[in-house]
């Protein structure tokens, strides 16, 4: 029995963790279905996660407390004892377990330094990054020693270490924490079922977008940190060469995308907020501003462009959105930074990078980009290499990672 151990910040898979969280689990339950997880569930709130056979136990919500005192300690005493929960309800059957899969820091610090010994079952640890380097980490200063032990038990008392990037993977082994063989690269995946090549004419159809002018599109759960207005400044130096363009960015919060309304207003731009046909004025590029959508919908407007953008990510050495994958397998031309972990997954031969937060770069990324957009042979190589970045393949790649963990053992 594989045991999955997630704290996903959405069951309605309203967030990127839950998305990949809920497609690996019903991929991993697809092969072996003796696969069992184990997610919070504040009350009876309703559950995208029921639907792959995951054990809801009571969220123990301590976190809440953080609107009286903000901080985000009370979020790690709320997963300890979350993971104090797991470990009581497998003790019973700590012999049937394979390993324990786990993707959140402060469980698998738990599990990697106490319960896993205690039980006699080994621990595998999905790192996204350090703790010590996580934008909502705990802000006070004498919890920096705390970060460091947290992220120090996880990657060193678990089993075996999975990490997104072999970047990420270099610099565990560099700091001395890990052999790099005890690291695992298992990057992140786009589900197969759902991303796959669209016509750009019925898409724009669709979505009332204009037929023939050049669009440029950009899918997230939030945008911060993502330098979407970097992104809209660098579309208003294109504005010379494409008078009609079209920015469509999809997702993020209202208060990022009041933002973004008003930067693209004060430069004359005209706002489209999806509904209806959009109606641009001649020589005047347009924002197209949607809140979030299903993914289904979501896929309608990535159909749609000439030139798919990641103007930033929020991590570096562990970086492995989504969108990525899910872009190439759509297989337009794709803009985003410079950047090690980004391009173990697509060669700069097939992307159209830029020096990090340079705007010049990404003006020049981006008229390069819509010049490739008509480049057939290119767009069918970056569906080519999607290929072997599905969610069924992630779950392969993880079920031979416990496989291995087992053989050590």
């Known amino acids: 029995m594989i045991v999955y151990i997630a704290y996903p910040t959405s069951l309605m898979l309203q967030s990127a963790n839950a998305l990949q969280t809920y497609t690996t689990l019903r991929e991993l339950r697809a092969r072996r ?29 301590i976190g809440k407390l953080s609107r009286l005192y903000k901080s985000t300690l009370l979020y790690y005493l709320e997963h300890s004892a979350f993971a104090l929960m797991t470990a009581l309800r497998l003790a019973p059957q700590a012999r049937q377990i394979e390993a324990v899969y786990v993707r ?10 106490v319960y896993g010994p205690l039980l006699g079952v080994p621990v595998i640890y999905e790192a996204h990054d350090l703790e010590a380097r996580n934008p909502s980490r705990a802000k006070e200063r004498w919890a920096e020693g705390l970060l460091h032990l947290i992220d120090r038990v996880a990657l060193t008392r678990s089993a075996a270490v999975v990490s997104l990037t072999e970047d990420f993977r ?13 690291v695992y690269v298992v990057p992140d995946a786009y589900d197969q079922t759902l991303f796959a090549p669209q016509d750009r004419a019925v898409c724009r159809a669709a979505l009332g977008l204009p037929a023939h002018a050049p669009l440029i599109a950009y ?44 930067q693209a207003a004060g430069l004359g731009w005209t706002i489209w907020e999806g509904e209806g046909e959009l109606v641009a004025h001649a020589g005047c590029p347009t924002l197209g501003i949607l809140a979030p959508r299903p993914q289904s919908e979501v896929l309608t407007v990535l159909g749609a462009a000439d030139v798919l953008a990641i103007p930033d990510t929020v991590t570096d050495v562990t970086a492995s959105p989504l969108k990525l994958f899910e872009y190439m397998a759509l297989g337009q031309p794709i803009v985003l930074p410079e950047m090690p972990a980004l391009a173990e997954i697509i060669p700069p031969s097939l992307s159209h990078t830029f020096p990090r937060r340079d705007l010049n770069g990404l003006t020049a990324a981006l008229a390069a980009a819509l010049g490739a957009s008509g480049d057939q042979e290119a767009n069918a190589a970056r569906r080519v290499l999607a290929a072997d970045h599905t969610y069924a393949r992630r779950a392969e790649r993880i079920i031979a990672v416990v496989q291995a963990v087992g053989r050590r053992r």
């Open 33 to 61: 279905p003796d696969t069992r997880a184990f997610i919070p569930r504040w009350g009876h709130e309703a559950s995208r996660f029921e639907e792959v056979g995951a054990c809801h136990l009571p969220r123990p919500a």
């Open 219 to 262: 899918a997230g759960m939030t945008f911060a940190h993502r330098w979407l207005d970097g992104l809209v400044a660098a579309v208003q130096n294109l504005v010379a060469q494409h008078p009609d363009l079209v920015l469509v960015l999809v997702g993020g919060r209202e208060a990022e995308r009041a933002a973004l309304r008003q």
């Open 104 to 113: 959140q820091v402060i469980c698998a610090a738990w599990w990697a330094g």
């Open 170 to 182: 270099r610099l565990v082994s560099q700091i001395g924490w890990r052999r790099a063989e005890e």
